[in-house]
């Protein structure tokens, strides 16, 4: 709680219809639809406008990854009969530093449409300061008291260390420092093999660096393991060192950078791995500490702060959305998923209309080479729910489009019930972030295989593969005697 200081008297209470606390991609989502309603917003921001997802988060991994891909695409253009270097990392001349600025010119072309700005021009009074709850009714951000009608909770989530000995004495990147990077790390280890570890350490190997990623787990768990194996393989190819299911004892510093200390196998000696930087990617912390949730009689968890299935809180007149979030409505960590409560938020907070959302509908994207994409149940999931699933697969080797552009790693996989109802999706190939697409609505919509086996899709594109994983469902039916002697019946009628 913060400690109460005496101060000159304020002005006047504010008192807007929907005061939004915290200028991510949550808050500036909600505060700008609610805007377009004439609604009277107030935004309060105490960092940059954007949070995380412009100033470190997707567009910036997103630019870094676009480099790196760019550097591979010029050591493989051999494969196309053209010449450029040759296929080995060092083959491609990188110029770090104008990666750098070409990251930071991307941030700055979409700056302005988080702008105060903008949204100052949209009627909506941004606030730059931190926001604190001093009552259920009352959120203070310097000394400007805010009475709204609703409260939106917006804050987001940093990077968090894990409690590894010696890591606190060593200098170490995070998601966040990784992008103000002017030069290249030589040896990069990545602690972490989650979306945001893998996203990195491939752009980073691509770009030049040499790459471990230490991992307690296996790489990507949440993903469907068939994928995942793809993405490993690829990891290999693109030169990473992978050290999964390791016991990390401690970290060091060491002469030219610092030092990971892993445990044997077996009980055999440690292994030393150094490296010139350490790249920290273990996970997110909520920001909650400065709110005063508490005063506010607002409950939290460690994941943050704990709402139910319609983003309220225990306070009624108040709701979180985004990486703040947890609980039953809570847990999803991505823009989109941010951009989906806020406008489930609005509905409820100008409609007064139940929240209902749809956790299973939103996508889940690891933007790698191949990329990984995945909505609804995995095959993991909905076996535990039915016996009575079916698995259909469609390889990208199989397909036209695929074969053209050297593309053939991947799969289509659909997770659908016995009548062909859509339960979950994975994807993983290139483009596999766009392909799922049509799937979120199938899942939403409660759509089956048959729909999209139905669609008559532009030839030859890699959306084929998703209709052709859809038109295998068929299969075995073309099989049947019965089908097969109404076929011949029916060829009599001429
Ligand atoms: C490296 C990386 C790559 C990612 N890539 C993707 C991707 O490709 N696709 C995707 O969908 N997601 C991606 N994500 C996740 C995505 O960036 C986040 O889920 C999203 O930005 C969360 O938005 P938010 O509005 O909840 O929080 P944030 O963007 O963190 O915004 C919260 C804002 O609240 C402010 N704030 C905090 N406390 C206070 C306070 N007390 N008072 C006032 N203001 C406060 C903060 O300063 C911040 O501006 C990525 C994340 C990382 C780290």
């Avoid at 100033?55 to 997103?62: V, W």
């Avoid at 489930?344 to 907070?349: F, K, T």
Wanted: with cysteine; charged share 20%; hydrophobic share 45%.
């Amino acid at each position: 709680m913060s400690t109460t200081t005496a101060t000159a008297p304020g002005p006047a209470p504010l008192t807007p219809d929907i005061c939004v606390i915290g200028a991510g991609a949550a808050g500036l989502s909600l505060a700008t639809a609610a805007a377009a309603f004439g609604v009277p917003v107030v935004l309060v921001e105490h960092g940059r406008m954007g949070g995380s997802h412009l100033n470190a988060g997707s567009i910036s991994a997103r630019a870094l990854g676009a480099a790196g891909a760019r550097a591979l695409a010029v050591r493989e253009a051999g494969r196309f009969g053209i010449s450029a270097g040759g296929p080995q990392v060092n083959d491609v001349q990188v110029n770090y530093l104008q990666v750098h600025d070409h990251v930071q010119r991307v941030i700055a072309a979409i700056a302005p449409n988080d702008s105060a700005e903008r949204l100052g021009a949209l009627g909506v009074p941004v606030i730059r300061s931190e926001a604190r709850f001093i009552s259920r009714s009352t959120v203070m951000a310097g000394n400007q008291a805010i009475k709204a009608r609703r409260f939106v909770i917006a804050t987001g989530s940093r990077p968090s260390a894990p409690p590894l000995p010696g890591l606190d004495a060593v200098p170490f990147l995070t998601s966040e420092s990784v992008f103000s990077l002017t030069r290249r790390p030589e040896r990069l280890l990545v602690l972490g093999a989650g979306s945001t570890g893998v996203e990195l350490a491939q752009a980073m190997a691509r770009l030049g660096s040499t790459v471990s990623i230490v991992e307690t787990g296996g790489l990507l768990r949440h993903a469907d393991p068939e994928a995942a194996l793809i993405l490993r393989r690829a990891l290999l190819r693109d030169g990473i060192t992978l050290h999964e299911q390791a016991r990390v004892l401690r970290a060091e510093t060491v002469k030219g950078g610092v030092r990971l200390v892993l445990a044997g196998p077996d009980g055999g000696t440690d292994h030393k791995l150094d490296g010139t930087h350490l790249l920290v990617a273990t996970g997110r912390a909520p920001n909650i500490e400065a709110l005063d949730l508490e005063l506010g009689g607002i409950a939290s968890d460690a994941g943050g702060v704990i709402v139910d299935k319609g983003l309220r809180t225990g306070n009624r007149r108040v709701f979180a959305i985004g990486d703040c979030a947890s609980g039953a409505g809570g847990g999803l960590h991505s823009t989109h998923a941010a951009h989906d409560q806020a406008g489930h938020v609005l509905r409820s907070a100008l409609f007064r209309l139940p929240v209902r959302t749809h956790a299973t509908a939103i996508p889940h994207v690891t933007y790698c080479h191949p990329e990984l994409a995945s909505v609804g149940l995995s095959e993991a999931e909905a076996r535990k729910r039915s016996a009575a699933i079916t698995i259909l697969r469609w390889p990208y080797a199989e397909n036209d489009r695929a074969q053209a552009e050297h593309e053939t790693d991947g799969f289509v996989k659909l997770v659908a019930d016995r009548r062909g109802r859509v339960l979950g999706v994975s994807i993983v190939g290139a483009g596999a972030s766009e392909l799922i697409a049509p799937w979120c609505m199938a899942v939403r919509k409660g759509l089956t295989v048959q729909d999209m086996a139905a669609l008559a899709l532009p030839y030859p594109t890699f959306s084929e593969a998703s209709k052709r994983a859809a038109m295998s469902f068929y299969a075995p039916l073309a099989a049947k005697p019965g089908i097969r002697w109404l076929i011949g019946i029916l060829r009599r009628f001429g």
